[in-house]
T-cell receptor
Framework: KQEVTQIPAALSVPEGENLVLNCSFT??????LQWFRQDPGKGLTSLLL?????REQTSGRLNASLDKSSGRSTLYIAASQPGDSATYLC???????????FGTGTRLKVLA | DGGITQSPKYLFRKEGQNVTLSCEQN?????MYWYRQDPGQGLRLIYY???????QKGDIAEGYSVSREKKESFPLTVTSAQKNPTAFYLC????????????FGSGTQLSVL
């Protein structure tokens, strides 16, 4: 069964810390992987998309890496700010399907 | 501005009633999706559509129905057969189906009276 796991479920850090969020997937034959941000009661915003042929993607203070062989992706957030507080979800899709499989997310709180 | 619009933001359903959630996009995307989000669970796919007049069931389609008469619109009906409809419903669209970024609407919170 294809599953996506995100650990920890919740994380609190002081402002300014660099942090890493983890995403694991059981089937390594992914087509692509996306990281999303969700604020309470809102929709999801796509942060980064990594194609299966890529190792990482960067956008501002965010860097996402992909290691297909180990079934893992990490989202690195540099110099965290209170405005980064949100739930971060990862999702994978596989070739030949339009279905994304989502993790349950990591709820991040950055303390001022 | 291009984007996805979901309405209403909050919706209440009486027992035995069908309700329809609206989703409209002006991104010219071919693929559209409906997801359900419950607290502590990942998003689960209800229905998706890759092209006008065609749609496929997702993992939890029972008790739901959709239509895709226009490229811009993908309404979701929650029928009386859905016995546990309380959830946050999210509509998404995608260019290039399967390879591009997913864009989401702001969601509809459905509750049962």
């Amino acid at each position: 069964k294809q599953e996506v796991t995100q650990i920890p479920a919740a994380l609190s850090v002081p402002e300014g810390e660099n942090l890493v969020l983890n995403c694991s997937f059981t089937d390594s034959a992914i087509y692509n992987l996306q990281w999303f941000r969700q604020d309470p009661g809102k929709g999801l915003t796509s942060l980064l998309l990594i194609q299966s042929s890529q190792r990482e993607q960067t956008s501002g203070r965010l860097n996402a890496s992909l290691d297909k062989s180990s079934g893992r992706s990490t989202l690195y957030i540099a110099a965290s700010q209170p405005g980064d507080s949100a739930t971060y979800l990862c999702a994978v899709t596989y070739s030949g399907t339009y279905k994304y499989i989502f993790g349950t997310g990591t709820r991040l709180k950055v303390l001022a | 501005d291009g984007g996805i619009t979901q309405s209403p933001k909050y919706l209440f359903r009486k027992e035995g009633q069908n309700v329809t959630l609206s989703c409209e996009q002006n991104l010219n995307h071919d693929a559209m999706y409906w997801y359900r989000q419950d607290p502590g669970q990942g998003l689960r796919l209800i229905y998706y559509s890759q092209i006008v007049n065609d749609f496929q069931k997702g993992d939890i389609a029972e008790g739901y129905s959709v239509s895709r008469e226009k490229k811009e619109s993908f309404p979701l009906t929650v029928t009386s057969a859905q016995k546990n409809p309380t959830a946050f419903y999210l509509c998404a669209s995608q260019y290039g189906g399967g390879s591009g970024k997913l864009f989401f609407g702001s969601g509809t919170q459905l509750s049962v009276l």
